[in-house]
């Protein structure tokens, strides 16, 4: 028997198994928000699939300016319109994990299958890595002391290397706006700014239409997503800042009165509801900031606006918000046997890149809120 062959064969399946999985789970997936199309949040780009290459460079065309143009006999040769391009890379990076099993006897002695538990762990592990990347990215987070509302450090892998910058540095807030409490690409709860936040500056309805009206008037204007032959926004938000916009009276008012719509469209799926046209979903990667331990900000821990208290950083997107290098990978799913065959070790990973897509040094594609939030637990 050829159990070499079988060995391969089994290792694809559960390569293709593990793929399928990530795939189906993964939030951005699920929800619809993904795709080669400039119509989603996240616009993968797969030219380094058929070809090498450690960078994918793209252009960003804006449309023409409100001026142009002649009128009657004026001469249009030499008054032509000029289109302006902008170009945004993004570079890619390998990202690995891997869990050993203790050995033979022990799995003798487990009543599950360890293997699949192994499969269904490192599936979990790089889907949640690839979401904590996405919101890492759109918020602009490169502060190495961040955590999250438990307190695990989420600024640097295993190794030692920061999780926040792999692949590719984020653009992040500049620092005059939010000192300012406003910005081209960002909002702040308090008028004042960040450094006069208070524990009451949360999330509100009437922040969420300012952020729309914002991205409607920017130049260049945030697209907003088409969905079901409609124009909509979408807002991630933090499950602490979800709560405290579901005790908002108004907002729950509005969510009585507008009943069930476009339910055949995953990204209604699971929404905590929808304000002036904007669909607003929960997530716990949304960034969190807590000012006790990790310093002044989501940028570095002692510089630029010092802010006044606990964070939370709400994401207000549009079309291609952020960017997914795609490469042929062949090495998600890899076993190997340890202490003459008597151990076994599974590892998963990714060949790619994530990025926040800028134009002109401007996001592209979303506006970031800072907003504080009622302590749940």
Not at 13 to 40: R, S
């Amino acid at each position: 028997m050829n159990t070499t062959g079988l060995d391969a064969l089994t290792k694809k399946l559960w390569q293709a198994e593990l793929d399928k999985d990530v795939k189906d789970n993964e939030y951005f997936n699920q929800m619809g928000m993904i795709g080669t199309g400039e119509n989603n949040i996240i616009q993968v780009k797969d030219e380094l699939v058929k070809s090498q290459g450690d960078t994918i460079t793209f252009g960003l065309g804006i449309k023409l300016g409100r001026n142009t143009g002649v009128t009657g006999d004026n001469e249009l040769e030499g008054n032509e319109s000029v289109i302006t391009y902008y170009s945004e890379s993004v570079a890619i990076d390998q990202w690995r994990d891997a869990v050993r099993l203790k050995g033979m006897l022990r799995e003798q002695q487990q009543a599950f299958n360890m293997r699949k538990d192994a499969k269904a762990k490192l599936s979990i592990r790089r889907q949640e890595f690839m979401e904590q990347q996405y919101f890492f990215k759109l918020g602009g987070v490169t502060n190495a002391s961040i955590t999250d509302i438990n307190g695990t450090v989420l600024g640097l892998f295993e190794d030692g290397t920061s999780a926040l910058t792999w692949s590719n540095t984020p653009g992040t807030v500049p620092a005059a706006d939010s000192a300012a409490g406003s910005g081209d690409r960002y909002l702040c709860a308090n008028s004042s700014g960040a450094d006069a936040m208070t524990a009451s500056d949360k999330l509100t309805p009437a922040l969420i239409s300012k952020a729309k009206v914002k991205a409607m008037v920017a130049q260049p204007k945030i697209k907003p997503l088409r969905i079901n032959g409609q124009y909509h926004y979408v807002l991630f938000v933090h499950p602490f800042q979800a709560y405290d916009l579901k005790r908002n009276e108004e907002f729950r008012q509005a969510q009585r009165e507008a009943g069930v719509r476009g339910q055949d469209n995953p990204i209604f799926q699971g929404m905590v509801g929808m304000w002036d046209g904007v669909i607003i979903h929960q997530n716990e990667y949304v960034p969190y900031l807590d000012v006790s331990v990790a310093g002044h900000n989501f940028t570095a821990a002692a510089s630029g606006t010092d802010f006044a208290v606990d964070t939370y950083r709400a994401i207000f997107c549009g079309q291609q918000a952020a960017a997914l290098a795609k490469c042929k990978d062949e090495t998600g799913w890899v076993e190997k046997y340890f202490d003459y065959d008597n151990k076994t070790g599974f590892k998963t990973g990714m060949i790619g890149g994530i990025q926040k897509i800028q134009y002109n040094s401007k996001d592209y594609g979303c506006i970031v809120i800072d907003t504080a939030a009622s302590a749940v637990v």
